[in-house]
């Protein structure tokens, strides 16, 4: 193993592990009461500022201990704080602005129909699982409904300006690596954490998911100040025709230029445009 190999390895060694704090609470009335009290010291939130990854921990370390309960439900507390904090902003938002975001392992794993496409699982809505009932749910009310995983596409949708809530399904592992992006771009969010993290067939508290879908009020009278429209701005820089107006292209002929961004590649292949610097520039502008 080289010395950088090494050192890496050592880096990853140093993380501390959450696992142990990453444990649902094994009964439903257990879970109830970790919601109600979540509901009460929400109560109590400062909701004109986003919280930090560091101040959510805190608060559920201090209710957990005010709860006379183990360090293992962290992870499952601080969804439902910061689902308290988010609430009243979620819920003030029209159904046609909200993403709900499900994960594929709610499906039954033997069996299902569905096949994936470039967004996720493409749900046939055949009955068999959870998924066609949130899902059916959710588009009848409004919603835009992706079963998948990862935030990558979430990010992207976020800052395209096409949902400004999200109401997502998760095991506690997802939730925690989604929680710093989600932090990032500042979008109203509530969460139901998957009673495992197995990845295979798991289940959810249905009701719980039903009540978060329905979840709609007048708007709140404090709204958490983010960075989304200032993102939302920032990715509009980049799409034409704002592109080509602040960055014009100079290597390429002008009936390039002007061309929409989907025939740029037909534009490469054109043997007539087959100048190096031409391709270069052309390339980095199908890029961003």
């Known amino acids: 193993m080289t010395a950088t190999a090494e050192l890496q390895a050592e880096k990853k060694d140093k993380r501390p592990s959450t696992a142990h704090l990453k444990v649902v609470p094994e009964t439903r009335a257990l879970r109830d009461r970790i919601r109600a009290e979540a ?6 939130l400062d909701r004109s500022r986003p ?3 560091a101040e959510l921990q805190k608060k559920g370390e201090d ?3 005010s709860m006379e309960l183990g360090e293992q439900y962290l992870g499952f507390t601080m969804v439902c704080i910061a689902n308290e904090f988010w609430r009243e902003q979620v819920q003030a938002i029209d159904f046609k602005r909200r993403l709900l975001l499900l994960p594929h392992c709610l499906k039954h794993a033997e069996g299902c ?4 496409d470039e967004l996720g699982l493409d749900c046939r809505k055949c009955g068999a699982c959870s998924i066609a009932d949130f899902k059916t749910r959710a588009e009848n009310l409004g919603y835009k409904v992706l079963v998948s995983e990862g935030t990558p596409i979430v990010l992207k949708i976020i800052i395209s300006g096409h949902v400004d809530a999200i109401v997502g399904v998760a095991c506690l592992n997802v939730l925690e ?4 992006k989600v932090l990032l771009a500042g979008i109203p969010c509530v969460a139901a954490p998957l009673l495992s993290s197995n990845c295979k067939s798991t289940s959810v508290d249905d009701d719980w998911v039903a009540e978060l879908i329905d979840l709609q009020t007048p708007p709140p009278p404090t709204r958490t100040k983010t ?3 200032l993102l939302r701005l920032a990715h509009q820089i980049c799409e034409e025709p704002e592109l080509s107006r602040l960055a014009p292209r100079t290597r390429a002929a002008s009936e390039v230029a002007s061309a929409p961004r989907e025939e ?6 054109d043997p007539a445009r087959q100048e190096p610097l031409v391709q270069h520039e052309t390339i980095a502008y199908d890029w961003m």
């Open 113 to 116: 129909p569905a096949d994936y």
């Open 177 to 180: 690596k989604a929680l710093d």
């Open 227 to 229: 960075f989304v429209h």
């Open 51 to 53: 919280f930090t990854k």
């Open 39 to 44: 509901a009460r010291f929400g109560k109590t």
């Open 264 to 269: 740029f590649s037909g534009c490469l292949r």
């Open 63 to 65: 209710l957990l201990r």
